[in-house]
């Protein structure tokens, strides 16, 4: 089923990986054009969208913007050093709080995961004790991509929740080995919650394709795509992480 084919077909929730659930316009047009809203003010500073550079010496097509941790390959830090040298912005508390209700809606008591849970245990209230501490915002415009790779900056292994605003997408959710198959395809639509933890935390995954103008004008977004992770990074002040072993993600 694609996004064209939303109107006619009813997309349910569904486990599509141990851990990996995929919730199909789980915000409303209201709350995503708040998100797109508040997305542009925090693109106006202290750091910018930026096309990150890869060790390398590649650059990444979408462009990212991050709150609470800067991201760069491999590591995070308080500040961009690999932009301005600011501080980022803050992580605010509705956005913890939008996280900790986004695993409820994937691994609460009778959804889709509720027995995939990251504690294993249906109705062990899985938002109890998530508090994200920084967002990856990522923007595609029609070109973009995102190679295979893998999430492991992080020193927690809480789940990633991912909040998908404006064009569809092909989601490709691989395996914890390699970027090769196994692999599972799903359209990601404009509205749409996607949370994979427990054994799919560390999953290989990327996005091989952006569907131009296929954005609801509702969203707010009139073309491309925000991507918007919610992840703990089990980090404190003064100790950045220098990341696991490499880990590319060329896009």
């Not at 595609?140 to 789940?159: F, I, L, N, V, W």
């Not at 935390?201 to 919610?230: E, S, W």
Request: glycine fraction near 16%; proline fraction near 10%; charged fraction near 20%.
């Amino acid at each position: 089923m694609t996004a064209r084919d939303g109107a006619l077909f009813p997309r349910e929730a569904a486990v599509i990986a141990p851990g990996a659930v995929h919730v199909p316009g789980w915000l409303s047009p209201e709350r995503q054009r708040e998100l797109v809203a508040a997305c542009r003010e925090w693109g106006r500073g202290p750091v910018p969208f930026r096309h990150t550079r890869l060790p390398g010496g590649g650059v990444m097509s979408v462009r990212t913007l991050c709150l609470g941790w800067h991201w760069q390959p491999y590591r995070y830090s308080r500040t961009a050093d690999d932009v301005n040298g600011a501080r980022v912005a803050g992580l605010p508390g509705w956005l913890v709080e939008l996280g900790r209700s986004a695993l409820v809606a994937a691994y609460g008591d009778g959804g889709p995961g509720a027995a995939e849970g990251p504690a294993g245990e249906p109705g062990a209230g899985p938002e109890r004790g998530y508090t994200p501490d920084t967002a990856l915002i990522n923007f595609y415009d029609d070109t973009a991509r995102m190679g295979m790779h893998q999430d492991k900056e992080e020193r927690s292994g809480a789940p990633v929740v991912s909040l998908s605003i404006g064009d569809s997408c092909l989601f490709r959710l691989g395996n914890s080995v390699s970027r090769g198959r196994p692999h599972t395809d799903v359209e990601l639509v404009s509205g749409d919650l996607l949370v994979f933890g427990g054994p799919s935390r560390f999953a290989y995954h990327g996005v091989p394709k952006v569907y131009p103008g296929t954005a609801d004008p509702a969203c707010g977004l009139p073309r491309g795509r925000l991507n918007i992770t919610l992840r703990e990074t089990g980090l404190r002040d003064g100790e950045p992480l220098a990341g696991r072993p490499p880990n590319p993600a060329p896009g």
